[in-house]
């Protein structure tokens, strides 16, 4: 299936440079781009793309916001947004990141690494630039005055749950789960569809910032994810 990919950054040359490098897969067509949220928004109402590369920095209407917006959609025409950024570790981006987009990365990542996200988001997976990722929750959480406390929603997790999510939020894939508890990673699967359903989360992005968020996992800990 092809992957159908819209891009928004304000700088021309940026644009056009990912498009080149995109359409040149064979799996993955270039719909549209935009120099700004509002076109963002527009162009993703009109060609209703799979994925969208988001800049975070945007006139008009910056990404965060239209993130916000194509992310707020119904379901069947919501696209996965994936946040482009220069710096790696962004207050946007988390906030991004907390109301459900994919993941991030950064706008001087490998070609390669551009592809490979493109091709895991619109997968359904996230947590993309995994080492970053984490070190920019760490970081935002290390910043604050106090630590959050364990939240009563961790009550609705089983024990394994609570541990599947735990190892979620170190950024292990569910093979790297799987070997680590010795079980399937069918019986993986199963477990992050339950934690999943029963905490209200979209992707694995989300369930990171949700362990930090109800002190499941806490900043400095030393089973916490390291960059």
Excluded: W
Excluded at 29 to 54: I, K
Aim: charged share 30%; aromatic share 4%.
């Amino acid at each position: 299936m092809t992957i159908r990919v819209l891009i928004a950054d304000d700088q021309a040359m940026v644009r056009a440079g990912f498009a080149a490098l995109l359409a040149a897969q064979d799996d993955i067509e270039v719909v549209g781009d935009a120099a700004d949220g509002v076109e963002a928004v527009a162009e993703a109402s009109r060609c209703r793309p799979d994925v969208v590369l988001m800049d975070v920095r945007m006139p008009k209407m910056d990404g965060l916001a239209a993130a916000r917006n194509l992310l707020s959609l119904p379901e069947d025409r919501r696209p996965r947004v994936l946040m482009l950024t220069t710096f790696d570790v962004d207050d946007y981006v988390y906030e991004a990141l907390r109301m459900g987009a994919s993941g991030f990365l950064l706008k001087d990542a490998p070609p390669d690494d551009l592809i490979a996200a493109v091709r895991v988001v619109a997968d359904g997976e996230a947590l993309l630039a995994p080492s970053v990722t984490r070190r920019l929750i760490e970081e935002f959480f290390s910043s604050r005055p106090t630590e959050p406390v364990r939240s009563s929603k961790l009550d609705a997790l089983t024990a394994r749950e609570e541990e599947v999510l735990r190892l979620i939020a170190r950024g292990m894939s569910n093979p790297e789960i799987a070997s680590h508890l010795f079980v399937s990673e069918q019986t993986v699967k199963s477990h992050v569809g339950k934690v999943f359903a029963k905490l209200g989360l979209r992707d694995r992005a989300q369930a990171v910032i949700c362990a930090y968020e109800s002190g499941l996992v806490k900043a400095g800990d030393p089973r916490s994810p390291k960059p």
